[in-house]
């Protein structure tokens, strides 16, 4: 086991983190606290924290409007990137700068939301060249999902030339990434927003047109009309279904998020007569190898580059509780970033 000089003073300290709590597994209270290690999961790597940030899933967790964590209590926070202070894995190292996403953090094992954070080394993704610890989370679960995405598109002979891309809940997380990322690769995307204010925002990420998607007429054939080369989808439900019925032969569409509904009502029509492919993205659960491959995508060719105009605000650990309505109203735009030291 390896420890860092400075690691070695502080090892019983207590330090803070934002747990959640639960009596009943459903109604639970988030609160910043002070823990110590002995608190944390299990793992043979411990990481000072350096930067977190907010996802729909932290929001829904936090405040019980989805069941999220599947034990109490735990750290909220899905992502987080900091330093290596101590490690047991021969592949780490102390002083190594890592990231880590899904794989359970704020699920079955304490999350980001933490000055210190221990987790299994398989999990950790090191610091691609090319990104640093702010970037990292200004793109965090919600950039890197985006890349498993369009990755997983590509996969799958999505091309360019094969029509518009359709972005919903573009003004959130996933959705500014994902049309910052795929107007870098040189699609057309669409933005369709609930938002009437947020044209010139999306237009600035890249969007070539912009949609607000309550006058969208989502018809009701098995097959309507062509429109989409494919769709990357956060919201589910009807909209997820009308992509099914307007995107183009062998067009990709992922499905990503629920935030307008988990239920989706389709027919065979466009997968047996199109050709249609709709993937399921799920970032928690990602082999080390692709997750690492991905990352390294994020710095290099689908690196964004509108970042900074994403990066919509800082906080401190100590302020993350009067964020999380902003997420579950759907009023939020961009990425909030939590500095955890
Ligand atoms: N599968 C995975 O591994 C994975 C990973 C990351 C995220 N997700 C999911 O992907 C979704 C988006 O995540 P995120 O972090 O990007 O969320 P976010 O930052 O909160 O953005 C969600 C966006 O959706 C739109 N929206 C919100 N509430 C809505 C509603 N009731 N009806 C219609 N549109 C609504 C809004 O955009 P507009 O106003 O512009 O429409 C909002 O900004 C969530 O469901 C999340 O759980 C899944």
Not at 44 to 52: E, H, K, L, M, T
Not at 312 to 338: C, H, K, P, Q, W
Request: with cysteine; net charge negative.
């Amino acid at each position: 086991m390896q420890l860092g000089q400075d690691w070695c003073s502080a090892i019983n300290n207590p330090f803070k983190a934002f747990r959640i709590h639960s009596e009943d597994g459903r109604h639970v209270e988030a609160r910043l606290e002070e823990i110590t290690l002995d608190d944390l999961s299990d793992g043979d790597v411990i990481i000072r924290g350096a930067y977190s940030s907010i996802n729909y899933k932290d929001a829904l967790a936090a405040t019980g409007a989805g069941r999220i964590l599947r034990r109490f209590p735990l750290v909220g926070g899905v992502d987080v990137v900091g330093t290596v202070v101590s490690s047991g894995d021969p592949r780490i190292a102390v002083g190594d700068e890592v990231i880590v996403n899904g794989c359970g953090l704020s699920e079955t094992h304490d999350g980001g939301f933490a000055e210190y954070v221990r987790v299994p080394g398989d999990w950790t993704t090191p610091m691609p060249a090319g990104l640093d610890a702010r970037m990292a989370m200004g793109l965090g679960t919600a950039g890197f999902t985006a890349a498993l995405a369009i990755h997983r598109m590509e996969q799958n002979g999505q091309l360019p030339e094969h029509g518009p891309i359709a972005v919903n809940g573009a003004t959130g997380g996933v959705g500014s990434v994902a049309i910052d990322m795929l107007s870098q690769r040189g699609y057309d995307v669409t933005a369709l927003t609930s938002k009437t204010t947020a044209t010139e925002y999306l237009k600035s990420l890249g969007a070539t047109e912009v949609v607000n998607i309550k006058t969208l007429e989502l018809g009701e054939r098995p097959l309507e009309k062509t429109i989409w080369g494919g769709a990357v989808d956060s919201l589910g439900g009807d909209i997820l279904a009308w992509f099914t019925r307007t995107t183009r032969p062998n067009g990709n569409i992922a499905s990503i998020g629920l935030v307008a509904g988990i239920d989706l009502s389709t027919t065979v029509m466009p997968f047996i007569l199109r050709g249609i492919n709709l993937l399921g993205i799920n970032s928690v659960e990602v082999p080390r190898e692709l997750r690492i491959a991905v990352w390294n995508r994020v710095a290099g060719d689908l690196a964004p580059v509108h970042l900074d105009g994403i990066i919509n605000r800082e906080i401190e650990l100590a302020d993350l509780s009067g964020y999380f309505t902003d997420y579950i109203d759907g009023t939020v735009m961009g990425r909030t970033i939590v500095r955890l030291s």
